[in-house]
């Protein structure tokens, strides 16, 4: 557990800096991260009015919502609105942070990496800003459909907009309860390959 909670700890302050930076900002955001996370998102609630979440399954969806709603049997996530509170470094308290970042979520929409709309038949407005965490080597089966994967998520982002990266360099499975999973390796090589060879210009890796 320790584990994780460092892992947590060190996705919340990147994406922390990022937000905190004054850069990455507007009306929309859109999230496609892995799971039911949102505890990277604590500080991107007054950067934007819309924050979009899109989860790859529908259980993913119902703990989500279960997080929103504050429902019995949620996930425990206290020790992400404490640190999120630390960041932040003001007097606002943990309980209003989550209450913040229930606010500013309005959407959590089911994806299918498959279809060329990934959320069809819904439409979403294109985004100010695109975050991505540990996703796109869990869904893809090698990295040519890491790359397809990666050019299907990134026309969610308007033209001029930002990206939010955050991925498992160099992984090649991952365990949950004893049982493997393939994940793709790539290497920070690749990902800058991938990244300018689709138009991105990366200011930070």
Do not use: W
């Not at 991107?44 to 924050?51: L, S």
């Amino acid at each position: 557990m320790a584990f994780a909670h460092a892992d947590v700890r060190n996705s919340m302050a990147k994406f922390h800096n990022a937000f905190s930076s004054g850069v990455f900002k507007g009306d929309v955001l859109i999230d496609i991260s892995i799971g039911p996370a949102i505890d990277h998102l604590y500080s991107a609630q007054k950067n934007f009015r819309d924050i979009i979440l899109l989860k790859p399954t529908e259980q993913s969806i119902l703990e989500v919502k279960k997080q929103m709603n504050s429902r019995t049997g949620a996930f425990d996530c206290s020790h992400a609105s404490t640190f999120a509170t630390e960041m932040a470094g003001n007097s606002e308290r943990c309980e209003e942070k989550e209450v913040g970042l229930r606010a500013a979520i309005t959407h959590v929409v089911k994806f299918d990496p498959n279809l060329e709309n990934l959320t069809d038949p819904i439409v979403l407005p294109q985004a100010d800003c695109l975050a991505m965490g540990y996703i796109l080597e869990f869904i893809s089966k090698d990295l040519d459909d890491f790359v397809n994967n990666f050019r299907r998520f990134s026309k969610h982002l308007k033209p001029g907009g930002h990206l939010l990266y955050c991925g498992g360099l160099n992984g090649t499975f991952y365990m949950v309860g004893g049982e493997r999973f393939h994940m793709v390796k790539y290497n920070e090589s690749n990902l800058g390959s991938i990244l300018s060879n689709e138009g991105f210009v990366i200011t930070q890796l």
